[in-house]
């Protein structure tokens, strides 16, 4: 017994000492930090980051689950001095992606020993390998598009890499500090999006596994019980970050989605608001799953996340479409190699079971919830491959070569040439920065945002009322609204938040009392399970003109950012030329989600 025991002391002292030394991983976390800064939007794009960049300069509440720790990051980001509010937003979010590349070497770089005999005895075969993992999580084109602009999704993947690597510590030295601290960070990721509780899966089988080893020193369910004990005190205080919500919204900021003043307005905010409702473990917002629509479901998105991770790989592959069996073929190693890596976890490493508890319970949500912009739930999953991936190349060449100790190593140091082509591939396409500038200001997608909401704001008249038709739009002028301070003279309503119980607490423009009166109506929210949806919506059209527009439009000048097509209605258009006359994203019936080319002035209303 005391040997057995003087032998597990030594092996874990061994795994401590087993770091990561030299400037390596530091230097390579620069050296993708500089690529994002010199390649990110230096203003606001399209999309939740408008009014993510929005919420965070004035301290407000984002669509649910409200992101208080991207408000709070945010708003420390917002006082740097450089650029503009939306640059600096941006620049979070390339930090947290360069902490995302960080941390995956240093996971890399552990599991990488797990694998083959070589990697545990050639250290520097090790780093050389990781650096390279972390290169390709960093120049993979989903995540190095990500970086350039303001999300939410990078800080969630880098914090659950992060807390891995807590873990993965905890587990080599045995040290509950570890646990405690991946717990901690676990919480306050939640704070920024629920996918983080990934970390909290991986915790718990951490923690499991470590007590059941340990029975020769003390009851296991009592070292277990005392673990988790401490990790949900910590966790909890994570947690804590969502009582900015409150807080916040009964400081009334400008923007204060769902408004959640009180305790059931701010669980509801917490737990997903309508989107819960409509879309997870739902085939539409109509109707849940069955077991054959699922099964159709998690087919189309599993062949939605192979076309994102070779587009992210292999573009040419992804972009010309023009050779489908290649692609396939490449697309199905791509996952070989890291499930090759996951069956040699299980057999020699206690790593297996966290793992598989992080990625399972990421492979759940990407299968069970259904929105339309899932992609940002794909990038800790694609980091996972390509931490993976490595072990599983050594391990197949392991099997199939007579001599693995003398060919392992050059067809490993071959893939540092991966790095390199994804850097030379995805350079132009994730280049946010203007191309030229002698053009940019009507047309680079780097101020797309800006000059559309500069030209909106140009053509409505003084003491305007503008009418939006989406996110997109009414978050851009918020944007210019509460961060550039242009024209406060104009009241702005968004149409898609009438349906909404807070609408009349929030929407009206509180820094000023308005020359002309504003009429507010609130539409009954429709219930996409009845059967009368689309007479509801008729009856809400009626009521919207009627009782909204008509009111305003005999006291102001009333637009809409949208046609109002509707019985009686004549409205003048104005083209927007920063959309219309560039290659820049602009509605089409593909893309309802993006602005109209065009604003409409309604001139007169003849009640029929």
């Not at 020769?216 to 019980?225: I, N, Q």
């Amino acid at each position: 017994m005391k040997a057995a025991a003087s032998a597990s002391i030594a092996a874990q002292k061994a795994d401590i000492a087993d770091r990561l030394h030299g400037p390596g991983d530091v230097l390579c976390a620069a050296l993708v930090l500089l690529v994002y800064l010199l390649t990110a939007n230096p203003g606001a794009y399209w999309g939740d980051g408008i009014e993510l960049t929005t919420a965070s300069h004035v301290l407000g509440v984002a669509h649910p689950t409200g992101y208080p720790l991207f408000m709070l990051l945010g708003k420390l980001f917002a006082m740097l001095p450089a650029g503009t509010i939306a640059y600096r937003l941006n620049l979070m979010c390339a930090c947290a992606a360069a902490s995302l590349a960080y941390c995956s070497i240093h996971v890399a770089w552990r599991m990488l020993r797990e694998f083959d005999p070589v990697f545990a005895q050639n250290p520097a075969l090790r780093k050389y390998i990781a650096l390279g993992a972390g290169a390709c999580v960093a120049f993979s084109r989903g995540i190095w598009l990500q970086a350039g602009i303001c999300e939410v999704y990078l800080l969630n993947a880098a914090a659950i890499m992060a807390a891995m690597l807590l873990i993965i510590r905890g587990m080599d030295s045995r040290d509950s500090r570890w646990f405690a601290a991946a717990a901690l960070l676990a919480g306050l990721a939640m704070g920024n999006q629920m996918l983080a509780i990934c970390a909290a899966a991986a915790l718990f089988a951490a923690i499991l596994i470590c007590s059941m080893q340990e029975k020769h020193r003390l009851d296991w369910t009592s070292r277990f019980v005392k673990r988790m004990a401490v990790c949900a005190v910590t966790g909890a205080l994570g947690l804590g970050v969502y009582v900015y919500l409150p807080i916040r919204a009964n400081a009334q900021p400008p923007m204060n989605w769902g408004a959640p003043v009180n305790m059931e307005r701010t669980m509801e905010t917490i737990r997903g608001g309508a989107y819960r409702h409509q879309r997870f473990m739902m085939e539409t917002p109509q109707r849940p799953f069955t077991l054959a629509t699922w099964l159709k479901f998690a087919g189309k998105r599993g062949a939605q996340f192979v076309r994102w991770e070779l587009q992210g790989e292999l573009p040419a592959f992804a972009i010309e479409n023009r050779s489908p069996a290649p692609a396939l073929l490449i697309g199905a190693l791509m996952l070989v190699f890291p499930l090759l890596a996951l069956w040699r976890l299980y057999h020699a490493s206690t790593l297996f079971w966290p793992s598989c508890a992080a990625i399972g319970l990421n492979l759940f949500f990407v299968l069970t919830y259904n929105i339309p912009d899932i992609e940002g739930y794909f990038m800790p999953l694609a980091a996972w491959m390509l931490i993976l991936a490595p072990g599983g190349v050594a391990f197949a060449l392991r099997k199939i070569l007579r001599d693995p100790r003398q060919t392992i190593a050059p067809a490993i140091y071959s893939l540092l040439a991966v790095p390199v082509i994804l850097f030379i591939f995805n350079f132009t396409p994730c280049n946010y920065a203007p191309r030229h500038m002698e053009y940019s200001l009507i047309g680079d997608r780097a101020y797309a945002v800006e000059n559309y909401g500069t030209e909106v704001l140009r053509i409505a008249a003084p003491n305007a009322l503008l009418v939006t038709a989406g996110d997109n739009d009414i978050y851009t002028l918020w944007h210019l609204r509460w961060i550039e301070k242009r024209r406060p003279d104009i009241d702005i309503v968004g149409s898609n938040f009438l349906s909404m119980d807070w609408h009349d607490e929030t929407i009206r423009t509180p820094v000023r009392e308005a020359d002309a009166p504003l009429t507010l109506i609130e539409l009954p929210p429709v219930n996409p399970r009845t059967d009368d949806v689309q007479r509801r919506r008729v009856e809400d059209s009626r009521k919207f003109y009627h009782e909204f527009i008509l009111p305003n439009l005999r006291q102001r000048p009333v637009y809409t950012l949208f046609p109002p097509n509707y019985p009686g209605v004549k409205s003048r258009e104005y083209d927007l030329l920063s959309l219309r006359n560039s290659g820049v994203m602009r509605y089409t019936p593909e893309r309802p989600g993006l602005p109209y080319p065009s604003i409409y002035e309604i001139q007169e209303f003849q009640q029929p």
